[in-house]
């Protein structure tokens, strides 16, 4: 009997050999149809509000004199502007624009520095780059900044939020990229948000 069980397990294991050995891996098949194709992720735009427009006059680095108009209305999500009130005597009113086009440094950054909300005038902070091609291989690069300015005509519309003013800045050659005096004369107009600040109250502890 025991020699009739080891022949039968001799027999069983030989043919799970055999299976093994049959049932190899086939070949990778071709590959199949490609799939629908995925919706378009979020696209990165600019938001058209508001301007910094006006005219920039100078002399390049090469003594070549430069007049050159510029209009910037665009801003990168977020808000139109802003307006902070740091004392009861010292509101700055601050807005960025730019030209449509997120790769370019065309921008203008304004701060006005004012007394009060109905300020006529403030002290203007600007940081200001021009750009434009002049060939395939040369492009002009203008930027200055100053913050001692006079910013003038500031109106302030505290129910619609808009902002706006002049100014004329004359920038020293040491205050822009080319070495020259240069001269910036525009306007500016945004929607600006106030910004609120809660406050803490604390209770008093009265003491006998």
């Given at each position: 009997?025991?020699?009739?069980?080891?022949?039968?397990?001799a027999?069983?294991?030989?043919?799970?050999?055999?299976?093994f050995?049959?049932c190899?891996?086939?070949?990778?098949?071709?590959?199949?149809?490609?799939?629908p194709?995925?919706?378009?992720?979020p696209?990165?735009?600019?938001?058209?509000?508001?301007n910094?427009?006006?005219?920039l006059?100078?002399?390049r680095?090469?003594?070549t004199?430069?007049?050159?108009?510029?209009?910037?209305?665009?801003?990168l999500?977020?808000?139109?502007?802003?307006?902070?009130?740091?004392?009861?005597?010292?509101?700055?009113?601050?807005?960025?624009?730019?030209?449509?086009?997120i790769?370019?440094n065309?921008?203008?950054?304004?701060?006005?520095?004012?007394?009060?909300?109905?300020?006529?005038?403030g002290?203007?902070?600007?940081?200001?780059?021009?750009?434009?091609?002049?060939s395939?291989?040369?492009?002009?690069?203008?930027?200055g900044?100053?913050?001692?300015?006079?910013?003038?005509?500031?109106?302030?519309?505290?129910?619609?939020?808009?902002?706006?003013?002049?100014?004329?800045?004359?920038?020293?050659?040491?205050?822009?990229?080319?070495g020259?005096?240069?001269?910036i004369?525009g306007?500016?107009?945004?929607?600006?948000?106030?910004?609120?600040?809660?406050k803490?109250?604390?209770?008093?502890?009265?003491?006998?």
């Open positions: 009997m025991k020699t009739i069980k080891t022949q039968i397990l027999i069983t294991l030989l043919l799970v050999a055999v299976l050995t049959e190899k891996k086939g070949e990778t098949g071709p590959a199949g149809a490609a799939g194709q995925g919706s378009q992720g696209v990165l735009t600019l938001i058209n509000s508001g910094v427009t006006g005219t006059t100078g002399t680095r090469d003594g004199a430069f007049t050159e108009p510029f209009s910037y209305a665009y801003y999500q977020g808000s139109s502007g802003t307006l902070d009130s740091l004392t009861s005597s010292l509101y700055v009113f601050s807005m960025q624009r730019s030209i449509n086009d790769f370019s065309n921008s203008a950054s304004i701060n006005v520095n004012a007394a009060s909300k109905t300020a006529s005038t002290t203007l902070n600007l940081s200001f780059t021009f750009e434009k091609s002049l395939s291989t040369k492009l002009f690069s203008f930027s900044n100053t913050s001692t300015a006079t910013a003038t005509s500031l109106s302030y519309n505290a129910t619609t939020g808009l902002f706006s003013g002049n100014f004329n800045v004359t920038l020293t050659g040491t205050q822009n990229n080319t020259n005096t240069a001269t004369i306007n500016f107009q945004a929607n600006l948000i106030q910004k609120i600040y809660r803490t109250l604390q209770s008093q502890i009265k003491t006998d």
